[in-house]
């Protein structure tokens, strides 16, 4: 079902599609042997595949505790955040610096990086959030709370690297770090989303300039790539219900996986 749904993907989603062409020869083989190794880790027809999730999405929440989630730490409203939302030269000039300093920083941090994804949000997404405001009786008040117009990605190996650079940036970036949102001690309670796991930073990285920086593990960043279009975005329909039932189980074997890499006598957990 693995490569039935990567082809999928690549016919219908064009995010996917882009993503998948991007990667070199070495990268693409590299996902698809951790695809294989996802999907060949645990049976989800085991009658006890359900409790061992549980008890492995219990572990991930004990070893990423360390990372504080809070709500918005400063005042919300940024002067000229609604001309910043439309302005996409300078969201380019934020995202060329914040890259570079991303990257940096990473470097001084001495944590193993898997990749290092970024981009701006898309004029078709920020024209539907907008709409959705617009519907809600929102817009223009609330367009300051779009927040994710140039976002980036850190994609680490393991939860245990994703535990070490979640505390460093929270204690490197303490008074610039504007929200936190820590999916592992306090995940999603709707829909499939209840089983995503991953760190959300926003950051001021410049004078009135925030962008979110997300933390995943290389088996919740392939996920991601998967699930988008279907489960999430619902851009594109399912093939069938089994497909349904797979994406969905296919999740869960990902946290399995990263589950078993934290061990009990680990300084994180």
């Known amino acids: 079902m693995l490569q039935r749904h990567i082809e999928y993907c690549e016919c219908h989603d064009k995010w996917f599609k882009q993503f998948w062409c991007s990667l070199s020869d ?33 572990l991930l929440s004990r070893k990423l505790i360390v990372i504080p989630e809070t709500g918005f730490r400063i005042s919300q409203n940024i002067a000229d955040w609604s001309d910043f939302v439309m302005d996409k030269n300078e969201k380019q000039k934020v995202f060329d610096f914040s890259r570079l300093v991303l990257l940096d920083y990473i470097e001084k941090s001495q944590v193993p990086l898997e990749h290092l994804f970024g981009n701006l949000k898309s004029d078709e997404s920020i024209a539907k959030s907008i709409e959705k405001r617009k519907r809600l009786g929102y817009y223009p008040e609330y367009l300051y709370d779009i927040w994710d117009l140039v976002r980036f990605r850190i994609v680490v190996q393991t939860p245990n690297e994703l535990a070490q650079l979640g ?103």
């Open 26 to 58: 070495k990268d693409r083989t590299e996902f698809l042997e951790l695809g294989n190794k996802i999907e060949n880790g645990t049976n989800s027809a085991d009658p006890n595949f359900q409790l061992l999730h549980d008890q492995s999405v219990d």
């Open 167 to 269: 505390v460093k940036i929270w204690r490197d970036f303490y008074r610039k770090i504007y929200r936190c949102r820590n999916y592992y001690f306090n995940p999603k309670l709707y829909s499939h989303d209840t089983n995503y796991r991953a760190i959300h930073f926003l950051i001021m990285i410049q004078e009135s300039r925030i962008i979110e920086v997300q933390l995943v593990t290389k088996a919740r960043e392939w996920i991601g790539r998967l699930d988008r279009a279907v489960l999430f975005k619902k851009d594109i329909p399912p093939i069938d219900e089994e497909h349904v039932t797979w994406l969905m189980n296919y999740c869960c074997k990902a946290n399995i996986l990263d589950a078993s890499y934290c061990k009990l006598d680990d300084p994180y957990i």
